[in-house]
């Protein structure tokens, strides 16, 4: 944890080059821009300009000018750039040229709602799973659909062929300063998952970005391709971003899984982006149902068994998904079922998968469907008022 005369001091000291400032438009893909070392100082003053009108979701040309602010708390290296001549990355916040927050940043949306929940004393904290398929590339280096290996769910080597770049992914990850908990192969061919250590929410979504560029950049130099569209192989199981949430009130936290589920409608779109996301839902172990149950994976909401405070697994995210913005939400989600003490529906002990229950509602299934439903949410509009 950085601060501005401690960055600057760190990139003399350590023979630091060149530092990438990283930000993200509106669909959760990262950007950066690459700056010399020595211009931090002015950089931590005044901030980087660029062309708003050129990023996805942000504005048009006849005002465009927006600056980054880099956070100096998030510097990270990066371990596979070269040891002489480093390079570091740090997140940044997007701001007016006069200085005020600029509304569509997603990273500072999702710092106003960690400061929301905090002025109510409730402190969120999130975990992430994250799966991926791993698939090889062609004579050209361009991705193929075949699988890295026909592996099976925590199968172990030869069949598991994706056990050492796991181990490189993990190791780059603690070099960078994040707390991977575990990895294994998933259930499809060549699909992988680690598993991330709770953290603060801005945190969680700052390392699920860092996580995807990792592991794209150590499967790329393994000749491989990482993929983390939510149904690749429109046969095999599809790839969740499986979103873990708890606070330290047991209380709390079921009045939180309940103003997730009561906006769960609308949370779809934000947590389910792309057409491809319907591919994966109500199919091998992703939800189709709004319902909740105690380690039941066929539910949206999943309550593991655990030692200690309760979570809540949101189990119908997935990788396509802005993880800052689906933070936020889910945030100001889980407030409104503690402000207005909701109460959960009764838990759901059968296996949903494959059965039509019509006392249950579905979630949306299409993303047009997802879209009109956002579209129409006051819920939505009051928290992303852009």
């Given amino acids: 944890m950085y601060s501005v005369s401690e960055v600057l001091e760190y990139l003399e000291e350590e023979d630091v080059k060149f530092v990438r400032l990283a930000f993200f438009d509106l669909n959760g893909v990262q950007k950066n821009i690459s700056v010399l070392a020595s211009q931090m ?16 979701g942000f504005e048009t040309p006849e005002k465009s000018d927006l600056f980054l602010h880099p956070d100096p708390t998030t510097l990270s290296v990066l371990p596979w750039r070269p040891n002489t001549g480093k390079v570091v990355r740090m997140f940044c916040n997007i701001r007016y040229p006069d200085g005020r927050p600029y509304e569509k940043d997603c990273r500072t949306l999702l710092q106003n709602a960690v400061k929301e929940a905090k002025n109510q004393g409730i402190e969120f904290m999130f975990g992430t799973e994250i799966e991926f398929y791993l698939f090889k590339l062609d004579e050209k280096g361009e991705p193929t659909k075949i699988p890295f290996d026909n592996a ?5 080597a030869p069949e598991d062929k994706g056990e050492n770049i796991r181990r490189e992914i993990c190791f780059t990850l603690e ?60 046969d095999k199981a599809g790839s969740g971003f499986h979103i873990n949430i708890s606070c330290a009130d047991p209380e709390n936290t079921k009045m939180a899984m309940a103003g997730i589920i009561k906006h769960a ?3 779809t779109y934000y947590l389910n982006c792309t057409e491809n996301s319907y591919d994966r839902l109500g199919e091998h172990k992703a939800p189709h149902y709004i319902a909740w149950g105690h380690e039941n994976r066929s539910t949206f909401i999943r ?22 913005l689906a933070f936020t939400l889910l945030i100001y989600a889980a407030l409104d079922g503690i402000k207005n003490q909701l109460v959960p ?18 979630l949306p ?6 879209k009109k439903i956002a579209e129409a949410s006051d819920f939505i509009k009051k928290v992303l008022s852009f």
């Fill in 175 to 234: 070099q960078m300063g994040m707390q991977p908990e575990a990895s294994h192969h998933e259930e499809g061919p060549g699909q992988n998952e680690i598993d991330f250590h709770y953290s603060d929410a801005v945190t969680a979504a700052d390392n699920a970005a860092t996580f995807k560029w990792i592991v794209r950049t150590r499967a790329a130099q393994n000749g491989l391709y990482a993929d983390f569209s939510p149904k690749p192989l429109i």
């Fill in 345 to 362: 529906p009764a838990a759901v002990t059968e296996n949903l998968f494959g059965k039509e229950n019509p006392s249950l509602e579905k």
């Fill in 303 to 324: 309550v593991p068994a655990t030692k200690g405070s309760p979570r809540i697994e949101i189990r119908s995210a997935d990788c396509g998904c802005n993880s800052y």
């Fill in 152 to 156: 099976g769910y925590m199968d172990i």
């Fill in 265 to 267: 409608p609308e949370l």
């Fill in 365 to 370: 299934d299409t993303l047009d469907c997802a």
């Fill in 41 to 56: 100082e002015r950089v931590f003053r005044d901030g980087v300009s660029f062309d708003a009108s050129a990023v996805y």
